[in-house]
């Protein structure tokens, strides 16, 4: 049995604190070291490095706009990074998209090299890759997009893909939604082919599976989706998107919990649909999630 919650509980003597979602906000650092809070900042133009126009949008995003064929530093970067209990979106200069789930950094260059692209990331991301080309002795060839985590390398040609790559997780967890992407292992050199609705897991080694593609990118829909999931799990996902702490014993977090909530509701929802099983008693003492039987 699934359990969707969708009303905002009345809190109780064990909730008396309201501790309210995630929302879109994340801090920006340019090339030269400066940081924007997106969150704070004016729509409009944010800044203009080499030929590149950084702008946020009516809606909260981040667009990279490439006004000038070369720039004047080629090694110019930016980093993106999310704290606890927020997310972003942003467009890449070559038009990819991203999307920054709580407690993720995404760092990528303001001109992609001619042969490759490659960016750098941590926490979770949902890439959309643009597909771009070029003529080399005659031929077209795709331009391969690279994303780099602590221990493995993507290799893409043009796909929609999650990777979840959070240090506090069992392992790096990469999902493939359309196209395709090569997944390396930077411990072994142990590589995989993925296919679309397939996942990899790395920890020692890369192990192939079929994935719950609803379940792994159920974030960017604005939903917590979960299926036979141990409390401990899905505790880490709360504790990332509502910034609190969790003290949990390890025979409670071995439960499993099916159900589906919204990110947009405040925590009391996730701990009434945990509650509502009888299995575990949730107590919310300001922001610390304390578990009991």
């Not at 506090?168 to 390396?184: A, F, K, N």
């Not at 799990?233 to 014993?249: H, N, T």
Request: proline share 4%.
């Amino acid at each position: 049995m699934i359990l969707r919650q969708s009303f905002l509980s009345e809190p109780d003597n064990n909730k008396q604190s309201v501790v309210i979602p995630g929302e879109d906000k994340a801090l920006l650092t340019l090339a030269d070291g400066s940081t924007i809070s997106l969150d704070e900042v004016a729509v409009g133009t944010l800044a203009l490095e080499g030929g590149v126009r950084v702008e946020k949008t009516k809606s909260g995003q981040l667009i990279y706009s490439v006004s000038e064929s070369e720039s004047s530093n080629k090694n110019a970067s930016n980093t993106i990074t999310t704290p606890k209990g927020g997310q972003y979106r942003l467009t890449l200069p070559d038009g990819s998209k991203a999307w920054l789930n709580a407690s993720s950094t995404l760092h990528y260059p303001l001109h992609f090299e001619h042969n490759e692209r490659r960016v750098k990331m941590t926490g979770e991301v949902y890439f959309e890759i643009a597909k771009m080309e070029k003529r080399q002795h005659g031929r077209v060839e795709r331009i391969p997009f690279y994303v780099e985590t602590a221990h493995q390398e993507i290799q893409v040609l043009g796909t929609h893909f999650n990777v979840n790559s959070y240090p506090d997780e069992p392992g790096i967890v990469t999902t493939l939604l359309e196209g395709s992407v090569r997944v390396t292992s930077s411990l072994n050199g142990e590589s995989i082919l993925l296919r679309p609705g397939q996942q990899s897991f790395l920890d020692k080694h890369l192990v192939v599976s079929t994935a719950d593609v609803e379940q792994q990118v159920a974030w960017t829909a604005g939903d917590f989706v979960f299926k036979s999931e141990p409390l401990t799990s899905i505790l880490r996902k709360v504790s990332r998107w509502y910034d609190v702490d969790i003290v949990c014993p390890p025979h409670l977090g071995k439960l499993k919990f099916d159900g589906i909530v919204s990110r947009s509701q405040h925590l009391t929802a996730i701990m009434d649909m945990v509650e509502i099983t009888g299995k575990a008693k949730l107590k919310l003492i300001e922001r610390r999630i304390i578990v009991t039987d």
